[in-house]
């Protein structure tokens, strides 16, 4: 396993502290994996943090197009539609968030 990241430094050594610093701080949001396992030829993403009871990437995605169904219907009174309109600005800021994280911090297998 490769751990990756960007930093801007003065030196390789400053680079070296700078990353161990944030390898080392909790609330460092890097908890996403990929993990080349060699027998198998075959990648996994490990998250960390990941919530044992949190939705996964096909149930999320399902769960969206219904809100955005909802959100879309005539049938709805104001209120509910105002609602399902307030989760997904939630959940699409979630997601550019996790974006974000994914696009700065790497990790894959050589």
């Known amino acids: ?10 030196s390789p050594k400053q680079a070296a502290e ?3 610093a944030l390898q080392m701080n909790p609330a460092m949001p890097a908890t996403i994996f990929e993990v080349w396992e060699h027998a198998r030829q075959r990648m996994h993403r490990v ?4 919530a044992e009871d949190r939705l996964d990437k096909a149930e999320m995605a399902h769960f969206r197009t219904t809100l955005r169904r909802l959100q879309c219907s005539p049938e709805p ?3 509910v539609k105002d609602l399902v309109t307030v989760m997904l600005i939630f959940l699409d800021a979630d997601e550019a968030h ?3 994280i994914r696009s700065h911090v790497y990790n894959r297998a050589p």
Request: negative net charge; hydrophobic residues 45%.
């Open 1 to 10: 396993m490769i751990w990756e990241i960007e930093i801007d430094a003065d």
């Open 18 to 20: 700078q990353a161990r």
């Open 47 to 50: 998250d960390l943090a990941a």
């Open 77 to 79: 009174r104001r209120d």
């Open 98 to 100: 996790s974006r974000r």
